[in-house]
């Protein structure tokens, strides 16, 4: 099955700083990856995604770049902001028997100091 | 559209006894799925449902899990004569289509086994 690694754990800036996020998988076939923030005692939810045949995403702030050869996707957040403060997991989404299965990381813990 | 809900929020229990969970997905969505979260870590997969068929399950889902999605619609999860190592989030998370799309999860139930 698919495997996800993702570093760094924890992840401290200065507000106006800019953070980055960086993810591997396993699985080639995987063709799907979201980027969710998670705060504290809420579920998970999606702020960017990308698909296997397309190299770059930006959103505003925040964008998300995909290397197929290299299986390495990374998150990247500018000009940070105390409230992007939180815990950020990436996925790889692959086809396990005909259903499509997000694998998350570990997680980054996002610290922003204003 | 009230987003994916999850009853209830917190459950505490003694262990050996039994708990269920229930899940509301989006109403348009056809797939949910079921994840645990402990501490640290990233969500953890338990099983899938295409519309009311399961479709996948992961090895975590031990004989004491179960979980059902009568018609379609919610889905439950119960647990079995629990022990401690049960204790953690659980989260449900629905999507709809046939390939891969955002799945949107829900606020979670956090289970306290004691």
């Known amino acids: 099955g698919e495997n996800v690694e993702q570093h760094p754990s924890t992840l401290s800036v200065q507000e106006g700083d800019s953070a980055v996020i960086k993810c591997t998988y396993s699985?080639?076939?995987?063709?799907?990856f979201p980027w969710y923030k998670q705060e504290l005692g809420k579920g998970p939810q999606l702020i960017i995604d990308i698909r296997s045949n397309v190299g770059e995403k930006k959103d505003q702030r925040i964008a998300v770049t995909l290397n197929k050869t290299a299986k390495h996707f990374s998150l990247h957040i500018t000009e940070t902001q105390p409230e992007d403060s939180a815990v950020y997991f990436c996925?790889?989404?692959?086809?396990?028997?005909?259903?499509?299965?997000?694998?998350f990381g570990r997680g980054t813990s996002l610290i922003v100091h204003p | 559209d009230t987003g994916v809900s999850q009853d209830p929020r917190h459950k505490i229990t003694k262990r050996g006894q039994n708990v269920t969970f229930r899940c509301d997905p989006i109403s348009e969505h056809n797939r949910l799925y079921w994840y645990r979260q402990t501490l640290g870590q990233g969500p953890e997969f338990l099983t899938y449902?295409?519309?009311?068929?399961?479709?996948?399950k992961s090895r975590l889902l031990s004989d004491r899990f179960s979980a059902e999605r009568p018609k379609g619609s919610f889905s439950t999860l119960e647990i079995q004569r629990t022990e401690q190592g049960d204790s953690a989030m659980y989260l449900c998370?629905?999507?709809?289509?046939?390939?891969?799309?955002?799945?949107?999860f829900g606020q979670g139930t956090r289970l306290t086994v004691v």
């Open positions: 699985d080639s076939a995987s063709n799907y």
């Open positions: 998370a629905s999507s709809r289509g046939q390939l891969n799309t955002e799945a949107f």
């Open positions: 996925a790889a989404s692959d086809k396990t028997g005909g259903s499509y299965i997000p694998t």
């Open positions: 449902f295409q519309n009311e068929a399961q479709l996948e």
